[in-house]
């Protein structure tokens, strides 16, 4: 669905991606694991077209999307939940995720919208409580529920998640991570960007470890947990 | 189809309903279109010219509502609106000294050459907050030195004298009312539009911008065209505004267009209220009148010097005075008056906190 191919961006001299090899299959969860400053937001910032790329190219169904402009993207069904959440923190619950289906304004019917938002408040039934809540109020968990179920207001075939599981308790993360298996069964294809190995492998079908801005490691989720390295360096065994 | 269900909604709004939801649009209208009847009656008593200074309020309204949708609504920093507004009353002054054309022409070309330079300006909205309010800063130097030095064709600091009057097709606009209503019902289908223009999905966008940038990009919303278009309709707000201002005074020079106006033209937006369209209306006013109350009330205890003295210094004063106005309304009312006052009323809110305050400012 997603392909890669030597991808590398650069900020100002600085490289943060090398040469970066990735595939994302069609209804995976795919997951980018690697510690702070490794490349990974980079990578997804790249890939959605908020930081241009220098080298390398981005195919999506085959089709050549590399630097495009970030409502292309979205457009063509790539949707971003950006790092840190980005709420629109002075709008209500529901004009997030009004803004979310910004672009299906014109070529949807209301009505499809509407159907969309209610599968967002199943999905997350605390978003309905807080609908007409000012986000900026709503609590850290409950704001990477708004900023997902706002990605999914596009009609997304390609998710993309930042770090979803930063800054929230341990709980609040389980059932993040329950929703977005959810999500998988649904069909919407995730890449998934974590610093939890642990968590991220659980649901996830196929791995990469980022270091440098360089992928070290590949494989499925299984063979990643089982192998010597992470467990030593990033499960701690 | 669109066309008909809005013919629908229309036929089906109750009239009680409609005014409910447009109170303060109404109400305003009221005032507006009744103000020449009984001002009158008010400006003697307290030695203040109502009429010809609700002219100029009714112009700064429309400069202000367009630095509010840029500024308040979108958060982009202009100290470029003086200028435009400077480059719309020579523009149409120029059309109708030299060229002739017919005033109510040379406005709408005013609006259109605004546009142009503001287009061939917007690479430099790619900066954000101080960077682009230096280069907008530059923006209103580098105006005001052509307008000064082009002498060819603008006289340079001798000015343009003898600009026709306002007119319509057949109608030249002689009288001070006309002149006023000229000016508000312009004002006002622009305070129209502008309230419309924020509650619609572009609205939506240019908040979402202003919050952040990278969120609205995730959303599909294009960031950079967004701004130049909010630029745009801001600067054919300011060469309207403009164009109307050399028309009623018949005489501009460069030196009223200075970086000093649009200094002006953002303590209005500010003192009005961020992000409220009404607010500017406010603004406006508090800007306009300030120095002529504060000349008045001298006089208002039989002191007839001290407002000639104050009216001879004016002009080094006013720097202060707005100065020390802007100091107070950022501490004690930092989210203007409009929306200060408002939520006094009706929230008994203290009008002394700031409800929008957050993380990052403008």
Not at chain 1, 21 to 42: E, Q
Not at chain 2, 9 to 26: K, M, Q, S, V, Y
Not at chain 2, 48 to 62: A, C, D, P, Q
Not at chain 2, 181 to 197: D, P
Request: aromatic share 10%; hydrophobic share 50%; proline share 4%.
């Amino acid at each position: 669905m997603l392909k890669v191919e030597g991808l590398s961006s650069f900020y100002g001299h600085i490289e943060a991606l090398r040469a970066v090899d990735l595939r994302v299959r069609a209804g995976d969860i795919t997951t980018i694991l690697g510690s702070n400053g490794a490349g990974k937001t980079t990578l997804l910032r790249t890939i959605s077209g908020l930081v241009p790329a220098r080298y390398g190219r981005i195919l999506y169904f085959g089709k050549d999307i590399t630097n495009l402009r970030p409502e292309r993207m979205v457009k063509m069904g790539i949707s971003h939940v950006p790092e840190g959440r980005q709420i629109f923190g002075d709008m209500t619950v529901r004009e997030n995720l009004e803004l979310g289906a910004y672009l299906r304004y014109r070529r949807d019917p209301s009505s499809a919208i509407k159907k969309d938002m209610d599968f967002v408040f199943k999905l997350f039934p605390i978003l309905k409580e807080r609908e007409s809540q000012v986000a900026g109020t709503l609590s850290g968990g409950e704001q990477q529920m708004l900023a997902i179920g706002r990605a999914l207001m596009s009609k997304p075939r390609l998710l993309l998640l930042d770090e979803p599981s930063n800054g929230l308790a341990p709980k609040v993360i389980r059932d993040i991570f329950a929703c977005l298996q959810q999500l998988h069964q649904e069909g919407i294809t995730i890449l998934l960007v974590e610093q939890d190995v642990q968590i991220a492998l659980n649901i996830a079908d196929y791995g990469y470890i980022l270091r440098a801005g360089k992928i070290v490691l590949e494989g499925t989720a299984e063979e990643l947990s089982q192998n010597q390295t992470i467990k030593e360096i990033y499960l701690g065994e | 189809m669109k066309f008909k269900r809005l013919v629908e909604r229309i036929a089906l709004t109750r009239p009680g309903d409609f005014l409910r939801r447009n109170l303060g649009p109404t109400v305003l209208l009221i005032f507006l279109l009744t103000f020449p009847l009984w001002e009158g009656s008010v400006s003697g008593p307290v030695h203040i010219k109502f009429l010809e200074r609700m002219r100029l309020v009714g112009i700064y309204t429309i400069v202000a509502v367009g630095l509010n949708l840029l500024l308040g609504y979108a958060g982009q920093v202009s100290l470029g609106h003086g200028a435009f507004m400077g480059i719309g009353a020579y523009a149409s002054s120029l059309l109708a000294l030299r060229a002739h054309v017919p005033v109510y022409l040379t406005i709408l070309m005013a609006m259109l050459v605004a546009v142009l330079i503001s287009l061939i300006i917007s690479p430099i909205l790619r900066l954000r907050g101080h960077y682009l309010a230096m280069a907008t800063l530059g923006f209103a130097i580098i105006s005001f030195v052509v307008l000064r030095e082009m002498t060819w064709l603008t006289k340079g600091n001798e000015g343009l004298m003898g600009i026709p009057k306002l007119s319509l097709p057949g109608v030249e606009v002689r009288t001070m009312g006309g002149e006023y209503y000229f000016i508000w019902i312009i004002a006002f289908l622009i305070l129209i539009f502008s309230r419309n223009l924020v509650n619609s999905r572009l609205g939506r966008a240019l908040k979402a911008l202003h919050h952040s940038e990278v969120a609205a990009e995730t959303m599909g919303i294009n960031t950079s065209w967004y701004k130049i278009k909010i630029f745009a309709l801001s600067a054919a707000y300011a060469g309207l505004a403009g164009a109307l201002f050399a028309h009623i005074h018949s005489f501009i020079n460069p030196g009223i267009f200075q970086l000093n106006l649009s200094i002006i033209l953002l303590v209005m937006v500010v003192l009005g209220g961020m992000a409220s369209i009404w607010g500017s209306i406010a603004g406006a006013t508090v800007v306009v009148f300030l120095p002529k109350v504060l000349e008045a009330i001298p006089y208002w205890f039989g002191n007839k010097s001290l407002t000639q003295w104050f009216s001879n210094n004016y002009s080094n004063l006013e720097p202060m005075i707005f100065g020390i106005v802007l100091i107070l309304v950022m501490i004690f009312m930092p989210s203007g008056l409009t929306r200060g006052l408002s939520d006094f009323f009706r929230y008994r809110r203290s009008p002394f906190v700031n409800p929008l305050k957050r993380g990052s400012g403008i």
